[in-house]
């Protein structure tokens, strides 16, 4: 399907005057992002890309290791359990933590977040962060360096957010 400029004007003003009536309201990629974060789901580039795998960003219902084969089962087999895991944290300091800052425990890094932001809905600053498996449990305090600042952080459970049933 193609459609040039003037067409896509036509929909993008057909799609908000549709969903008016509801409430729909243009977002944009910061908009998905928080809610994306809220949510707990992995975003390839982020906690996922060619240098982890998915047992260790939480992927692990995907992928049926008693499956016969499939490309990169021997790989995943090498490395089950995991070395490292996917843990969500709660910044309990002042200071939002983003993509790429290292997470301490006990003054030891052990590894870095791989995404962060405030979470308007939440009330506070979370990130996700990939450390070592046998680091951090629920409830533990980190430190996150930002900016060359270290930040408390709790370890909580993923997802930050969950609906009620």
Excluded at 18 to 25: R, T
Excluded at 135 to 158: F, H, P, T, Y
Aim: charged residues 25%; contains cysteine.
């Amino acid at each position: 399907l193609y459609c040039d400029a003037q067409d896509a004007v036509f929909l993008w003003d057909a799609l908000l005057e549709a969903g008016a009536e509801d409430g729909l309201i243009p977002c944009g990629l910061g908009a998905r992002d928080t809610l994306r974060l809220e949510a707990a789901m992995p975003l390839y580039g982020h906690e996922m890309d060619e240098t982890v795998t998915p047992l260790e960003t939480g992927l692990g219902f995907a992928v049926k290791l008693k499956k016969a084969d499939f490309l990169g089962k021997t790989a995943l087999e090498t490395q089950n359990p995991p070395p490292r895991k996917r843990i969500g944290l709660k910044m309990t300091g002042r200071g939002i933590a983003r993509e790429r800052c290292e997470v301490f425990q006990d003054g030891k890094p052990i590894g870095f977040t791989t995404s962060g932001t405030h979470c308007p809905y939440l009330g506070g600053a979370y990130a996700m962060a990939l450390v070592e498996t046998e680091a951090a449990q629920l409830g533990d305090a980190l430190e996150v360096d930002v900016r060359g600042r270290r930040i408390a952080a709790e370890v909580v459970e993923l997802p930050f957010y969950k609906r009620a049933k």
